[in-house]
Every structure is written in C-alpha cells, then in structure tokens.
C-alpha cells in the first residue's frame, strides 16, 4: 500500500489543520497508521495512532487533548485533526501503517512522504 499524506500549512499559533493520509494500491482495513513528525537535527517522534479497526487511538503526551485521529474505511484515508497548535508543533509530519501501533518508528515499515505544518505569527 502507497501513503500520501497531505493537508500541511502556515497557520498561527492556536489555529487548526487536519492532516490527511490517503492510501493507494491496497486497503488500510488491516492496518494500524501512525502519525510522526520530524524537525531537522531531531530523532523523528511519534505523534498518534490508530489501530487496524480504529477503535483504538493513541496519542503522546504533548498532543493529547488537543490532536484526534480518525479512520475512514471506506474512504481508505487516516486522519489528524489538530486543533489548537503551537509553534512547538512546527514539523514534517508523516504518516506510516503496519499491523499494529508502536512508538518506535524504526519498526514502521511503510511509509508516506511527509508534510510540512508551520505554526508560527
């Protein structure tokens, strides 16, 4: 399965973007996604998850309350709604699937390109 995740911006601090992670070439009914992110000179981090029925979502601890990850089956796309973001939250964001959530990333083994999410005024 291909991943593309898109929906990356400019927006100010306390703003929202939802991110969107949209498989090809196979379907996300099996598979858990995860969401990571990455600035330059940093390890890349893991952000959430979202198990293969998602039922289940995980989230670290920085992002919680103010991030939700979504599924859509039928659409084949995983979502990240962030809603009031920080400048702190400024990074390449990533989406990836395997067959179940884990936080570290070298165990993900399929990957999307990323995209780039500026919270900044």
């Known amino acids: 399965v291909q991943l593309q995740a898109s929906g990356g911006g400019l927006v100010q601090p306390g703003w929202s973007l939802t991110l969107s992670c949209a498989a090809s070439?196979?379907?996300?009914?099996?598979?858990?996604i995860g969401w990571f992110r990455q600035v330059p000179g940093k390890e890349r981090e893991w952000v959430s998850c979202i198990d293969s029925r998602g039922y289940d979502t995980y989230y670290t601890g920085s992002v919680k309350g103010r991030f939700t990850v979504s599924k859509d089956n039928a659409k084949n796309t995983v979502y990240l709604q962030m809603n009031n973001l920080k400048p702190e939250d400024t990074a390449v964001y990533f989406c990836?699937?395997?067959?179940?959530?884990?936080?570290?990333?070298?165990?993900?083994?399929?990957w999307g390109q990323g995209t780039l999410v500026t919270v900044s005024s």
């Open positions: 990836a699937a395997d067959n179940v959530c884990n936080v570290n990333f070298l165990l993900w083994r399929n």
């Open positions: 070439g196979g379907t996300l009914d099996y598979l858990a």
